[in-house]
C-alpha cells in the first residue's frame, strides 16, 4: 500500500515568491496535517484538515494556508517566502482524528529560500 | 499551554547496551503520548503510542516506554541498542483542545558506537 507521499521533495525560491507543496495521504485517511520542520527542531503544527475543514491551526503568520479536496489530498500554501520560512514541510494523515497524534508522515518536502 | 520537554539533545551508547530517553510533558487533562523516530532525510515513524490502560506501552523494533502521571514523564527504554537505531527521537503529546493538534519535543539525537 502506498504511504503518504508529497511533492516536491526539494525545491529553491527567493524571497518574496510563493510556494504550493503537495500531500496525497494513505488510501482510506481523511485527515491531513502540515508540520514545519526547522533544521535541528522538532516539528512545528502548521495546520489539520478533516473532510475538506479546517480542524486546527498552530502560531503561523496569514502567509500560510492550506486546503483539502474531495479526494483528502490537500495543498500547503506559503506566500512571500522569508528566508526563515527554509525547512522541511512535512505531511501526515491520520485515520481517525479523533486520536489526536496517531499520525502517518511522508518523507517531506524540502525548502529552501534565498 | 501543552509543552513537551527531551531534556537530552544527543545521546551516545555503545551497540548492546540499554538505551532510555527521557521525555516530560505538561497537559492539563490525560494525555496522548507518543514517540517517534525520524531517519536521516526521512519523515518521521510512529514507535509506540499511549492514550490509556497500562501504563508500560510496546511498541516496534522492540522499545518500550512507561507512562507515570506523578511524574508527567514518558520515557523510551529499549534493552538492547542495535546500530540501525541510530536516529532522531521525537516525543509528542496530542492535543484535543482547540482542535487537534501533535505537540512534538525538540528531539534526542541518538548515536551508536560500536
Known amino acids: 500500500d502506498a504511504g503518504v507521499t508529497q511533492s516536491p521533495t526539494h525545491l529553491i525560491k527567493t524571497r518574496g515568491q510563493h510556494v504550493t507543496l503537495r500531500c496525497s495521504p494513505i488510501s482510506g485517511h481523511k485527515s491531513v496535517s502540515w508540520y514545519q520542520q526547522v533544521l535541528g527542531q522538532g516539528p512545528q503544527f502548521i495546520f489539520q484538515?478533516?473532510?475538506?475543514?479546517?480542524?486546527g491551526r498552530g502560531n503561523f503568520p496569514d502567509r500560510f494556508s492550506a486546503r483539502q479536496f474531495p479526494n483528502y489530498s490537500s495543498e500547503l500554501n506559503v506566500n512571500a517566502l522569508l528566508l526563515g520560512d527554509s525547512a522541511l514541510y512535512l505531511c501526515?494523515?491520520?485515520?481517525?482524528?479523533?486520536?489526536?497524534?496517531?499520525?502517518?508522515f511522508g518523507e517531506g518536502s524540502r525548502l529552501t529560500v534565498l | 499551554a501543552q509543552s513537551v520537554t527531551q531534556p537530552d539533545i544527543h545521546i551516545t551508547v555503545s551497540e548492546g547496551a540499554s538505551l532510555e530517553l527521557r521525555c516530560n510533558y505538561s497537559?492539563?487533562?490525560?494525555?496522548?503520548l507518543f514517540w517517534y523516530v525520524q531517519s536521516p532525510g526521512q519523515g518521521l515513524q510512529l514507535l509506540l503510542k499511549?492514550?490509556?490502560?497500562?501504563?508500560l506501552v510496546q511498541g516496534i523494533k522492540g522499545f518500550e516506554a512507561e507512562f507515570k502521571r506523578s511524574q508527567s514523564s514518558f520515557n523510551l527504554r529499549k534493552p538492547s541498542v542495535h546500530w540501525s537505531d541510530a536516529a532522531e527521537y521525537f516525543c509528542?503529546?496530542?492535543?484535543?483542545?482547540?482542535?487537534?493538534?501533535?505537540?512534538f519535543g525538540a528531539g534526542t539525537r541518538l548515536f551508536v558506537k560500536a
Open positions: 497537559y492539563g487533562a490525560t494525555p496522548y
Open positions: 509528542a503529546v496530542g492535543a484535543a483542545t482547540g482542535g487537534f493538534k501533535t505537540i
Open positions: 499511549y492514550f490509556s490502560g497500562d501504563t
Open positions: 484538515y478533516y473532510e475538506k475543514e479546517e480542524r
Open positions: 501526515a494523515s491520520s485515520p481517525n482524528p479523533g486520536n489526536p497524534g496517531e499520525l502517518f
